[in-house]
C-alpha cells in the first residue's frame, strides 16, 4: 500500500510553543485530512484539503495541502495542555475509496 | 445521540480462537468502515460498506478476516483462528455516505491474543 511519511514521530515542547508537523507521499493526492487521537478514543477530523495549496485554519490549527499534491503540514500555535495526543495524516487518491494514514506524531506538551 | 459504538472495549483471547467485534454506527449513516491499528501505527483500512452495495474488501489481511452489516446498522467483523499478529486496535467510523465525507470513529476495541 501507500506509505504517508509523517514527521517527527514526537514532539515535546512547552506550553505556549507553536508546532509544526508534515506529511508526505511519493503518490499524488486528492484530499488530505489530518486527525487527532486522545488515549483510548478513536481519532477526531481536525481539518480536511481537498485542494492543492490550499490553506485552511480551524482556530489554532493550520494546515496547508501542498502545491505537489504530495505533502501537507500541520501547524498549532500557541499550544496548551489539551493538544496532547497523536495527531495522524491521512491522504485519498483520485478514484480510490480507502484512506492512507500516517505513521503519527506524538505530541507533549510540558506545562 | 449517541457517537459510533463498538463493543467489547477489550477483548483477550487465546491463539486460534475465533472472535467477533461489535460495531454501531451513528443513526443514518449509510457508510461504515473498519480499521486496524497496531501498536505505535497509523490506523490500516480493512473493509467499507456502503448501503446495499458489495463491500470493499480489498483491506482484508487474510481469509480469516471477514465482516458483515445488518442492512443500515450494526457491523459484526470476524477474525478466525486469531494468531498473535492479530492483537491490535479495531477501529470503527461511520459518515453520512461514501468516503468524501467526514468519518466519525468510535474507541477502537482493543485486542490481545496471547
Known amino acids: 500500500g501507500q506509505q504517508l511519511n509523517q514527521s517527527p514521530q514526537s514532539m515535546f515542547i512547552q506550553e505556549g510553543e507553536d508546532v509544526s508537523m508534515n506529511c508526505t507521499s511519493s503518490?499524488?493526492?486528492?484530499?488530505w485530512l489530518w486527525y487527532k487521537q486522545e488515549p483510548g478514543e478513536g481519532p477526531v477530523l481536525l481539518i480536511a484539503l481537498y485542494k492543492a495549496g490550499e490553506l485552511t485554519s480551524n482556530g489554532r490549527l493550520t494546515a496547508q495541502f501542498g502545491i505537489t499534491r504530495k505533502d501537507s503540514f500541520l501547524n498549532i500555535s500557541a499550544s496548551i495542555p489539551s493538544d496532547v495526543g497523536i495527531y495522524f495524516c491521512?491522504?485519498?487518491?483520485?478514484?480510490?475509496?480507502?484512506?492512507?494514514f500516517g505513521t503519527g506524531t506524538r505530541l507533549t506538551v510540558i506545562p | 445521540g449517541a457517537g459510533v459504538s463498538q463493543s467489547p472495549s477489550n477483548k483477550v483471547t487465546e491463539k486460534g480462537k475465533d472472535v467477533e467485534l461489535r460495531c454501531d454506527p451513528i443513526s443514518g449513516h449509510t457508510a461504515l468502515y473498519w480499521y486496524r491499528q497496531r501498536l505505535g501505527q497509523g490506523l490500516e483500512f480493512l473493509i467499507y460498506f456502503q448501503g446495499n452495495s458489495a463491500p470493499d474488501k480489498s483491506g482484508l489481511p487474510s481469509d480469516r478476516f471477514s465482516a458483515e452489516r445488518t442492512g443500515e446498522s450494526v457491523s459484526t467483523l470476524t477474525i478466525q483462528r486469531t494468531q498473535q499478529e492479530d492483537s491490535a486496535v479495531y477501529l470503527c467510523?461511520?459518515?453520512?455516505?461514501?468516503?468524501?465525507?467526514?468519518?466519525?470513529f468510535g474507541p477502537g476495541t482493543r485486542l490481545l491474543v496471547l
Open positions: 503518490s499524488i493526492f486528492n484530499t
Open positions: 491521512a491522504g485519498r487518491q483520485t478514484g480510490a475509496n480507502n484512506l492512507f
Open positions: 467510523a461511520s459518515s453520512w455516505r461514501g468516503w468524501g465525507e467526514t468519518q466519525y
